[in-house]
């Protein structure tokens, strides 16, 4: 069974530029979970999509954004990047059942400059 | 709101010795817990859960923990560690699965095991 799978692996953007991350979970995995990972503030909850409906969401601003699709890959977006933006994010993909077993991804490296 | 406390930044072991990795939590509701490992350059894996039953769990690798609800600590432990464990480990609860929260983990800021010969 293939993981889950994030594109693209690396990134460098500019501030002021949006940004748009794309993950595929583990086929038959309904919730897709995202995770903001940096050196200073460790691993912090950005939102959860369940069966394409945001179901929770951590405490970011509003220029973070999410999606899921009928196949139930994620989008994640961020708006008018700033450099502390800069930072490794990983999605995870799980069944959904209440269970807290996420399988991640190897993530994104976004670098903005 | 839940919160984890990883005691130790980086822990130096040498091969084949004992290790204990210290995680204590905070949470005003009952939780789920674990620990994960993350490989340089790569996500997290899951190592061990718990979620109720026996308060010993063992995991893959080797690994096993124990969750003491008394002193709310959920420490990592291997009897023999190997190169190969060099990693990042976090401890992560969640809250009790209700509606929207089953995914939502709360880290610890993680604790390095570097293992040396």
């Known amino acids: 069974k293939a993981g889950v799978t994030q594109t693209p692996r690396y990134l460098i953007k500019t501030r002021g530029q949006q940004v748009t991350l794309s993950c595929s979970p583990i086929s038959g995995h309904r919730s897709v979970s995202w995770y903001q990972q940096t050196p200073g503030q460790g691993l912090q909850f950005l939102f959860e999509?369940?069966?394409?409906?945001?179901?929770n969401k951590g405490n970011f601003p509003g220029r973070f954004s999410g999606r899921q699709f009928s196949n139930s890959r994620s989008e994640m977006n961020v708006s008018t990047l700033e450099l502390g933006d800069s930072a490794l994010y990983l999605c995870?993909?799980?069944?959904?059942?209440?269970?807290?077993?996420?399988?991640f991804g190897s993530g994104t490296q976004l670098s903005v400059l | 709101a839940q919160s984890v406390t990883q005691l130790d930044s980086q822990v130096p072991v040498f091969e084949e010795a004992p290790v204990e990795l210290r995680c204590n939590y905070s949470?005003?509701?009952?939780?789920?817990l674990f620990w994960y490992v993350q490989y340089p350059n790569q996500g997290l894996q899951l190592l061990l859960k718990?979620?109720?039953?026996?308060?010993l769990v063992k995991g893959i690798n080797g690994f096993e923990a124990e969750f003491n609800k008394s002193q709310t600590s959920f420490h990592l432990r291997k009897p023999s560690v190997h190169i190969s464990d060099t990693a990042e480990y976090f401890c992560a609860v969640s809250p009790l699965p209700s509606t929207g929260t089953a995914s939502k983990l709360t880290f610890g800021t993680g604790t390095r095991l570097q293992v040396t010969l």
């Open positions: 999509y369940f069966s394409e409906t945001q179901r």
């Open positions: 949470s005003s509701v009952s939780v789920y």
């Open positions: 995870a993909s799980s069944l959904g059942q209440g269970d807290g077993k996420l399988f």
């Open positions: 718990y979620l109720s039953g026996s308060t």
